[in-house]
């Protein structure tokens, strides 16, 4: 799994997974090691990520944007697997 969107999110990208159940309840069941929310609509794959910046994410080259309630958090923890991989 890639991205997970919720229904109404998703726009011009493609997410594998679509569900109609509410975010929060999913991303507390899904591992924090292996996934992260990046916006309300949005929970995606760490070990997936092509890149990311201050405003998005890519995966498969295409941008997925970071919800700016989540900026902060994200950030920190995708820069910490930056530097857990590099070292």
Known sequence: SLV????????????????KIQLG???ETLPARQFIRIHRSYIVAKNKLDSFSATALKINGKSIPIGR???QKVLEVLNRVE???YI
């Open 4 to 19: 997970v969107a919720a229904q109404g999110a998703i726009g011009n990208q493609k997410p594998i997974i679509v569900t």
């Open 69 to 71: 309630s989540y900026k």
């Open 25 to 27: 309840q999913l991303e």
């Open 83 to 85: 530097q857990d991989n």
